[in-house]
């Protein structure tokens, strides 16, 4: 008898760089999808407060325009805990919605002017699970964030079942895919900048190889929600309208599509899950199951 629980992909645009009129959106967002039934649901990488696209237009020749970029940055950022995220627990509880977020994260344990891509983990009773920081930027990436660490590669014990979250290119990293997968994962956030039909098909491998749901959340961005205020927009083409597409979905662990890709606008995509569907996926192959090779293979994770 399938027990089904909805999940949830919000392919939303943020307020630029404005982190007080974000959170309302995701809270906003949060309260729909709680409206809905809805157990889990998962917004894009640094949805808090917009990613920083100018890494790729941009050449780190130019200090005085990336400096003053980064301090608005900074200063929209968030302290894990903090007013942001205590917005963000009510908002879950009130709503009875697990929540993962993607944000910028302020090094609050030192010296709060560093940023980590990071994920946070909200339960539906309003409590911080915990957080995940990227491990390793991407290219120019590497000019915004510092490197998280292995002490973030958990999952969470949610009531739409054990959740974790890889950011990005990190999905594609073999062994901290298997750090996931080891966890008891059965629903993998993964949200992303990547809109790319290779991005989604490594989704759908992905899905298959772990046995596991997976929720890629790509933020949905528009030249115009860029302010004109920022020279760099003048850097992309006139008739472009998207700077980013989205195409985010929801994918079974036999790698088939349950909701999207959702692709050029905002939504937020819901599909019904039967976590027994999981079970049945890893009957002919559990990667750290039956198939894990222990005798043959040894996997540590250094979390210090």
Known sequence: MEQLT????????????NKEKTVQKACEAIAEAGGKGCKLIVFPEAF?????????????SKGAVLNELYIELVENAVSIPGNTTDRLCKAAKSAKINVVIGLHERNSETS??????????????????????KLIPTGGERLIWAQGDGSTLKSYTTSAGKVAGLICWENFMPLARNAIYEAGTQILASPTWDKSPNWLQSMQHIAREGGCFVISTCMALRKNDIPDAYEFKKLYPKDREWINAGNSAIIAPNGKFLAGPLDAEEGILYADIDLKQIIASKRMFDVVGHYARPDVFQFGIKSE
């Open 6 to 17: 909805k999940i949830a992909a919000a392919q939303l645009s943020p307020v630029f760089l």
């Open 112 to 133: 709060n002017t560093s940023l980590y891509n990071s994920l946070l983990f909200i339960s539906d009773q309003g409590t911080i699970l915990g957080k995940h920081r």
């Open 48 to 60: 808090i407060a917009g990613y920083p696209d100018w890494v790729w237009l941009v050449p780190n």
